[in-house]
């Protein structure tokens, strides 16, 4: 069981069911929703997950929905019509975030460059689907 919620409390989630794919997201679109170099994700089976509070929605690009607290502003999820069964989360919402460390890094080929990485994590160019990976 994972817990979480937005800063200021009006939104709460609790996600039954295993954690995967969990990431560190360096695309522009993460970035500019949450006003950081990356975005600590990770994905559950939408059937898991269950919000107190209802969490804004606005569809960021065709298919895409994020959802946010309309309250604090808090980044909450990303939803990929192309994959309606699963859902990502940011990690950092999560009451424990050590829960879930990243297993790898995507779209590192938009990572800012002064945003330096030093861990020995897989780097996708973009995502894990592409099979693409960083050279060395």
Request: net charge negative.
């Amino acid at each position: 069981m994972y817990r979480g919620g937005c800063l200021c409390g009006a939104v709460r989630y609790e996600v039954e069911g295993p954690a995967f794919h969990s990431t560190l997201c360096h695309c522009s679109m993460c970035r500019r929703a949450a006003g950081a170099p990356a975005v600590a994700w990770f994905s559950v089976r939408r059937s898991g997950l269950r919000f107190a509070g209802a969490p804004a929605s606005y569809q960021s690009s065709p298919g895409v929905t994020r959802q946010f607290c309309s309250r604090c502003g808090t980044q909450l999820t990303f939803s990929d019509a192309r994959t309606p069964e699963d859902v990502d989360i940011t990690t950092s919402s999560l009451d424990d975030p050590e829960q879930l460390p990243p297993e790898d890094h995507t779209f590192s080929e938009n990572r800012l460059h002064w945003m330096q990485m030093d861990d020995q994590l897989p780097r996708y160019l973009r995502t894990r689907a592409d099979g693409s990976l960083e050279s060395a």
